[in-house]
């Protein structure tokens, strides 16, 4: 069964640093998330895009955050600047919404630690 | 501003019984309701989804209700075993237009042999 992959599955960086998660949706989908979950709380949206740009962002994705596309698998996410409140799982996540199915398959996560 | 909530308790019964989540909004129209379950240190994983013009959904041991006029859904799990024992979290469409989903906190719920 066709799953979504991210790699690292664990990242500890020092405050300041820039970081790259990577993400493989599944490979017929043309919808893609990020979301993040600090321990303990909600699984809170970050970002969907689609067609090669941003469908829409919340209030926390703000400019210290970025995503692309940069080949026909791949899907990052940027953080420009990690603040040790940045430390917390983030969840890639992607749906085949063309076929009228809103369902999305999630990734197994990365575990950003920002000390 | 939007808001989901779900029984902040955790929902513990008995294997066998039926376990009932329960799943409030305000301030949304959302034009689908979905349920996904998630097990610790995992990613969420989908479940059931049910659209504004539909009164119930089932997927074998799952049901899920959801009344736009209340803003609830229900989500069942009949003959509950202790597999089923994760977190069960209700995600909303953002109602934007675009593709944001809104979720909620979870509800725990443990199943007892």
């Known amino acids: 069964e066709p799953e979504v992959t991210q790699t690292p599955s664990h990242q500890v960086t020092q405050m300041g640093q820039e970081v790259i998660l990577r993400c493989v949706p599944i490979?017929?989908?043309?919808?893609f998330y990020w979301y993040r979950q600090i321990l303990g709380q909600k699984v809170e949206f970050l970002v969907s895009?689609?067609?090669?740009?941003?469908?829409?962002k919340s209030e926390i994705f703000d400019d210290q955050f970025s995503v692309e596309r940069p080949d026909g698998s791949n899907f990052t996410l940027k953080i420009r600047s990690t603040k040790l409140e940045d430390s917390a799982m983030y969840f890639c996540?992607?749906?085949?919404?063309?076929?009228?199915?809103?369902?999305?398959?999630f990734g197994p996560g990365t575990r950003l630690t920002v000390t | 501003s939007q808001k989901i909530e779900q029984n902040s308790e955790a929902l513990n019964i008995q294997e066998g019984k039926t376990a009932t989540l329960t799943c409030n909004y305000t301030?949304?129209?959302?034009?689908?309701l979905q349920w996904y379950r998630q097990d610790p240190g995992r990613g969420p994983v989908f479940l059931l989804l049910?659209?504004?013009?539909?009164k119930e959904k089932r997927k074998e041991r799952l049901k899920v209700t959801f009344d736009t006029t209340l803003k609830q859904s229900l989500f069942h799990i009949t003959a509950s075993q202790p597999a089923d024992s994760a977190t069960y979290l209700c995600?909303?469409?953002?109602?934007?237009?675009?593709?944001?989903?809104?979720f909620g906190a979870g509800t725990r719920l443990f199943v007892k042999a």
């Open positions: 995600a909303l469409d953002g109602g934007t237009g675009g593709f944001k989903t809104i």
């Open positions: 049910i659209r504004e013009n539909e």
């Open positions: 301030n949304y129209s959302p034009a689908y």
């Open positions: 996540a992607s749906s085949d919404v063309t076929s009228g199915v809103y369902e999305q398959y």
């Open positions: 895009f689609y067609n090669n740009e941003i469908s829409e």
């Open positions: 490979s017929n989908h043309l919808y």
